[in-house]
């Protein structure tokens, strides 16, 4: 009896050491922006939740400005299991699905306020399962904000963009916007940006505020138009292979962490947005520049033509469920 007790001992001594030495899944958050934006922000948020609930389990690495994937490539290591997570704008997953470059549309959202009705809604719900079919799974939108335009000469009205160039995001909605203006838009990583703007090869680009002053644009583009012309958010994304393979207690507790890491970050998008906004004003670097509603309107017209383009690639049905969310 004892020699039995005694084995029974050894074996459990032995399954626990191996449970508490099992090592804890791994995942890798890459991401391209600073750590001081709404993405870099939530994204550290969700490792401190993920880790002090259920850190002997799980653990998270951030990976930051583009130092792992840019967003070119991280959809792919995704799918190879290089990446567990990431939050790639909405306008980089046109090679996955076309419903996404709803978003892209210029001028289609008022404010953050309606954005976040879409998202909400049951249109932009079903659209985090736009990427199911190729593998990938949207677990959740994260906002930035809205893009304002910057270059070398001040931009007020679309004629000023005439024969320039700019540097857009992997979207053709983003290309159609700028060609509609006379520009040259070119497709160019984030990481890039800086330099192509600081040796002029480049005469401007789209970013939100915190963009721009996370990454210095304001320092080497002396003008900054506020357009409010399109948005800039995300979508934080998983592979349908790593989150089927979590248990299912688990990957609720994740999923629990991870949404409210991504409220934090959307409560604090709009005051960060105000306050780099005011931040690169107080720089005294570039120039801001108000247009007027009229001055507006002549962007309106000019770049609206881009909603009949696309109509038919991301279905009239989605564009008007946004428009709604404007009402
Ligand atoms: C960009 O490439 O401009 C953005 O997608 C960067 C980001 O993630 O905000």
Do not use: C
């Not at 976040?116 to 799974?137: A, I, P, W, Y």
């Not at 320039?164 to 509609?180: G, N, P, W």
């Not at 192509?196 to 996370?214: C, F, H, M, R």
């Not at 393979?245 to 999923?255: A, F, I, P, Q, T």
């Amino acid at each position: 009896m004892r020699l039995l007790t005694a084995a029974v001992t050894t074996v459990a001594l032995t399954l626990g050491a191996q449970i508490a030495s099992a090592a804890p899944i791994e995942i890798k958050f890459s991401h391209v922006v600073a750590e001081n934006t709404p993405k870099g922000k939530m994204a550290l948020k969700f490792k401190e939740l993920v880790e002090e609930r259920m850190g002997d389990e799980v653990s998270v690495s951030v990976f930051p400005n583009s130092q792992l994937f840019g967003d070119d490539k991280v959809l792919e290591a995704m799918l190879l299991g290089d990446v567990q997570m990431a939050a790639p704008s909405l306008s980089k997953f046109q090679k996955y699905t076309p419903s996404l470059q709803v978003f892209d549309l210029p001028f289609l959202f008022n404010d953050m306020a309606a954005v976040d009705r879409f998202q909400q809604g049951e249109t932009g719900q079903e659209l985090l399962n736009s990427l199911n079919k190729r593998g990938l799974v949207g677990l959740g939108y994260l906002h930035n904000g809205m893009k304002q335009m910057s270059a070398n000469q001040p931009l007020r009205v679309p004629a000023d963009a005439d024969g320039k160039k700019f540097r857009i995001m992997t979207s053709d909605v983003l290309q159609a916007q700028f060609e509609a203006v006379g520009g040259v838009p070119l497709k160019k990583p984030f990481s890039e940006v800086f330099t192509l703007l600081q040796t002029k090869a480049i005469d401007g680009a789209e970013n939100p505020w915190s963009n721009i002053y996370s990454k210095k644009f304001h320092e080497v583009q002396p003008y900054i138009t506020e357009t409010n012309h399109g948005l800039l958010d995300y979508m934080v994304v998983t592979s349908a292979e790593f989150w089927n393979g979590l248990d299912d207690d688990l990957r609720v507790e994740v999923k629990k962490a991870l949404d409210e890491a991504i409220a934090y970050g959307n409560q604090i998008s709009q005051e960060q947005d105000a306050a780099d906004r005011q931040a690169i004003i107080d720089s005294g670097r570039s120039e801001v520049i108000e247009i007027t509603p009229e001055e507006r309107q002549q962007w309106v017209d000019a770049m609206k033509p881009v909603w009949k383009q696309f109509e038919d690639e991301i279905g009239s049905d989605l564009i008007d469920a946004a428009l709604k969310s404007n009402e």
